[in-house]
Every structure is written in structure tokens, then in C-alpha cells.
């Protein structure tokens, strides 16, 4: 638990599964990309995920698996920092691929390129529900399993346990009202940080500053995640007759300090251990 807190099921408002702008294939790419950009810097400013490294590398040394398919990666998601993490607190080294429906190729290249080469991007769009079979590795979604109504986020649950890949779901935000009122300072926030936000562009000043349109969507937008995220009971339930004993499941919560929210987190993979890389 975050902080101490006691997460009980009534705290929570009710699942809404609402559009977010970002998901829209009209939104123009500027704009998309914008808003990725700017989820990107601010969850690896905070490193909200640290934590969360111990159950990866975890399932990793269970798995003997060095290879990491990153899901939804947006604008390049928390991986630049977490590489760093998992090497020098867990002794491991990881390959890492990251991978969108939308690829925004620049961020994707520049944290290619911040990481030393440590990290590639698949340049073509990937469906999460339906993971090219090249793609082969301990499979990670972070903060973007909430954009997908339950069908589909038990799809790609699914997917991993038919092709018998690892899985991680996390999610740095919870359905509660203090959530909501936090998401409210998202504006304040994405015009003190844009100018700090790589690589660099000019659409990205413009629709912060010109034309406010960032600003506003990002508070729409984390308003809308917030009452779209997955409850541990919830994600229980999306688990449910995916896979026989074959398969671990592992939910709950862990710290993302100095954050006041814990991450909310779900785990998968094949329950036997590897006899080989």
C-alpha cells in the first residue's frame, strides 16, 4: 500500500468506460504525440514505476527471459529510467522493444538513442490484443491497459497466455475522488513542463501555448483515465478462465513514492519454470 493507505473497494467510484481524445484515430498526430510526449517525461520525471522493478526482475529470473515487449508505449513510457533501475538494483540485463497502435517514431527514436541503443522500437503499428509472434518476451503495458473496455483488455490477457508470454499491467492512477481533483492541476503542469519535454517540437509549444488545446486535453483526458482504471478486483475478474494452472496471476498494489498513489498491478506468466534461455 501507498502511504498506508487502506484501498478498500468502497473508496472507489464507479468503472466508466468514457473516450479519451488520444484513443481517437481523427486526432491528428501532433496532437497525439503531444500528449504522449508529455505522459512520457512526467512518469519517468517522477519514477513513479521504481518500485515495481522487483516483481519484474522477479518474473524474469523465473521466466529466464531477458526480453521485454513494452505495449502502448506512447511516447516512449517509463523504460529510459527503469533500464537503468533493473540493471543497477536487480543485476539484470534486458533487451527492450517498444511498441504502439500509433508508433510516434520521433520519441520512440530519441529514447532508442538516450538509452545508448539499450532500447529499439518497432517501427510498425502493433495491436496488443493480437501480438505478432516475432515479438517474443516478458510483455509490459504501462499506464494504458485503462484505455481498453474490459472485452478487449481481457484480450490481451488472453493473447499473452495462448502464446505463452509473461505479462504486466501497471497503472500509476486509482478510480477515487482524490485521484480526480489531482488530475484537475494536469494544465499547471503541462505549461511548466513542456519546454523541458525531448525531442523537441515546435507543434508541441504551439498547441501548449498558441493554442492551448495540450493543456485542456490533458485534463480531460486524466480525468477520463481515472474513471477508466482497472480495480484489483476488477482485474480479478478479467483473469477469470484465461488459464488453467498452467498460468500465475499476481494483483495488488506497490508504492510509488513520492507519488500519493499507489501503482495498481497485474501480473502474468506460465507458472512452470524454463529449463533454458
Known amino acids: 500500500m501507498c502511504w498506508g493507505v487502506n484501498l478498500s473497494r468502497d473508496l472507489f467510484l464507479p468503472h466508466i468506460h468514457l473516450f479519451e481524445f488520444e484513443d481517437q484515430s481523427w486526432c491528428p498526430e501532433s496532437i497525439r504525440d503531444g500528449l504522449t510526449d508529455s505522459m512520457q517525461f512526467f512518469v519517468n520525471f517522477g519514477g513513479h514505476y521504481r518500485h515495481i522493478i522487483k516483481h519484474i526482475a ?21 523504460w529510459i529510467k527503469l533500464n537503468r533501475f533493473i540493471e543497477e538494483e536487480e543485476n539484470i540485463s534486458v533487451e527492450i522493444c517498444l511498441t504502439d497502435k500509433y508508433p510516434n517514431i520521433d520519441a520512440l527514436s530519441w529514447a532508442q538513442k538516450a538509452s545508448n541503443n539499450k532500447i529499439c522500437y518497432h517501427p510498425k503499428p502493433v495491436d496488443s490484443m493480437q501480438v505478432p509472434v516475432e515479438l517474443k518476451g516478458f510483455r509490459t503495458l504501462f ?65 501548449t501555448y498558441l493554442i492551448p488545446i495540450l493543456p485542456f486535453l490533458a485534463c480531460f483526458d486524466g480525468i477520463i483515465s481515472c474513471l477508466r482504471i482497472y480495480s484489483p478486483l476488477e482485474l480479478k475478474e478479467l483473469t477469470k478462465g484465461l488459464s488453467d494452472f498452467e498460468y500465475k496471476w499476481e494483483i495488488g498494489y506497490e508504492s510509488a513514492f513520492p507519488s500519493p498513489f499507489p501503482v495498481t498491478y497485474l501480473i502474468g506468466y506460465p507458472a512452470r519454470e524454463k529449463n533454458s534461455e
Not at 522477479?58 to 511516447?75: A, C, N, P, W
Not at 484505455?147 to 499491467?169: E, W
Not at 478510480?175 to 513542463?193: E, H, K, Q, Y
Open 58 to 78: 522477479r518474473v524474469l529470473r523465473f521466466s529466464k527471459t531477458r526480453q521485454i515487449i513494452d505495449l502502448g508505449s506512447g511516447g516512449g513510457g517509463p
Open 143 to 207: 499506464s494504458s491497459f485503462h484505455h481498453f473496455p474490459p472485452n478487449q483488455a481481457r484480450a490481451i490477457l488472453a493473447d499473452a497466455v495462448k502464446k505463452g508470454q509473461g505479462i504486466g499491467v501497471f497503472e500509476f492512477l486509482i478510480r477515487t475522488p482524490f485521484a480526480l481533483l489531482f488530475m484537475c492541476f494536469a494544465p499547471i503542469a503541462i505549461l511548466i513542463m513542456t519546454p523541458f519535454i525531448r525531442p523537441f517540437k515546435w507543434s508541441r509549444l504551439i498547441w
